[in-house]
């Protein structure tokens, strides 16, 4: 028994290093919480708190990370990029007037390497030649432009 007191932090370090492999196999950041706590038990008992102090400290600390930091882990590890395909990717970007767009008569644009037929997200609206425009949204083989403001102009 006197071994055990005295090398408590060994005792700690070891149920860390078990928690922490059992997180491998779990992968829910709850036993790797409780780990951090047992690693806080290790520090206390070879600083020489006394063993109430050390399951006291170890259990405060996993609580404190369960309750505030596994939930923002979790939620980074959960959110990741959002995965844009096919002609969504195109939306928001800019591109150049190749043909004039008006309400009545398609142009084209010039839209990531590419000639696109377009037309006026604003139907009353007329877009010149060499103008620079974002595209909104995309119908079938359309794209439905808005013209951006020069440089200079507000």
Known sequence: ??????HAWAVWLGLAALLG??????????LAMLAVGALAGAVSAALGAG????VIIA????????WLVRP??????????????????LVGQ??????????LEAGQIKLGGETWTAAPYDEHEAIEVGATVEVFEIRGATAYVHPLPELGQS
Do not use: C, F, N, Y
Not at 59 to 66: D, H, I, Q
């Open 1 to 6: 028994m006197d071994w055990l007191s005295e």
């Open 51 to 54: 063993v109430p102090v050390q």
């Open 72 to 89: 923002s882990l979790v939620a980074r590890l959960h959110q990741g990029p959002d995965l844009v395909l096919g002609t969504g990717k």
């Open 59 to 66: 259990g405060l600390t996993a609580v404190a990370m369960l």
């Open 94 to 103: 800019r591109a150049v007037v190749t043909r004039r767009i008006t309400g």
């Open 21 to 30: 492999m059992a997180e491998l196999v779990s992968l829910d950041l709850v």
